[in-house]
């Protein structure tokens, strides 16, 4: 998913006109330029919205010189600033089109002015809560990447979990067809008119066979909401909202965070705005 640049060209126009330094195909350029991804860029230039030179061109292999200007929606490409953000994803709101046909997008609560803002994984219709945004393609795949990231889940279900189901919980259990589940930690947070509240922390794809444990167990899930992914935490920012990342949040999946890396970016960004 990545936010349109046909609603999000504020920032570019006011640019000097991105080149790309070395030749590449046409998607790759409007992808390093930070517009969007490879699916997305690919559309773009199908659909003739996208001009080199004088010329319109509709394939996406297309190569291009290093001096190239290229042209989207009759404006200049123009290098995107870095963003990153933590996102609420409400309730019924899905990533892409194709979760939920007819149902409102991540994109519809992001800002305008931002090019190729998309989501680090998915967080289905029915989950809400912790997300995280940006336009930075290679720290998407990093954070994605990282199979032993811990993600923290606040859960309610019908009917009392017992001490003794926590300690089958905590010991792992087999899911049909998925394998074995195991949380690093679960814990109740609160019983009451029969309905437990539970923390659960899971690592990386486990996420996924969090119902059906439960369903196993034969508690039907009422809420699920991610509360936490690596060292970002929801906290108290409300359904539909945004914000900015800091610069240990951003650097805590960069390994080698450098002088150019995004979280220096951020930290420069955050001594000019104190």
């Not at 019924?92 to 519809?108: A, F, I, K, S, T």
């Not at 220096?264 to 705005?273: F, L, Q």
Request: with cysteine; net charge positive.
């Amino acid at each position: 998913m990545s936010k349109s640049p046909d609603r999000a060209l504020k920032r570019g126009e006011a640019q000097q006109p991105w080149l790309p330094g070395r030749p590449m195909g046409l998607s790759r350029a409007l992808m390093k330029a930070g517009y969007g991804t490879r699916r997305w860029a690919d559309a773009a230039v199908k659909a003739g919205r996208v001009r080199v030179g004088d010329d319109v061109v509709t394939d996406p292999l297309r190569m291009i010189a290093t001096d190239t200007v290229v042209f989207l929606d009759n404006k200049p490409l123009a290098k995107v600033e870095p963003a990153y953000y933590a996102f609420h994803k409400p309730l019924r709101v899905v990533c892409r089109q194709e979760d939920g046909p007819g149902r409102r997008l991540v994109e519809d609560f992001l800002p305008d002015d931002v090019i190729g803002l998309r989501t680090a994984g998915r967080l289905d219709s029915r989950t809400s809560g912790l997300l995280l945004v940006a336009n930075d393609g290679a720290w998407i795949t990093r954070v994605t990447s990282v199979v032993d990231c811990e993600h923290e889940f606040t859960v309610q279900v019908e009917g009392e979990v017992s001490d003794v189901q926590l300690t089958v919980i905590d010991a792992g259990i087999v899911v049909p067809g998925l394998g074995t589940f195991r949380p690093v930690s679960v814990k109740v947070l609160s019983r009451e008119r029969g309905r437990t509240m539970l923390s659960l922390t899971l690592r990386g794809g486990q996420a996924r066979q969090m119902r059906r444990m439960l369903a196993t167990l034969r508690h039907k899930v009422l809420m699920v909401r991610r509360v936490r992914l690596g060292g970002v935490t929801l906290g108290d920012l409300a359904p539909g909202g945004l914000r900015p990342l800091t610069a240990q949040e951003i650097g805590a999946f960069a390994p080698k965070a450098g002088a150019s890396g995004p979280a220096a970016r951020a930290r420069r960004r955050d001594v000019r705005t104190r």
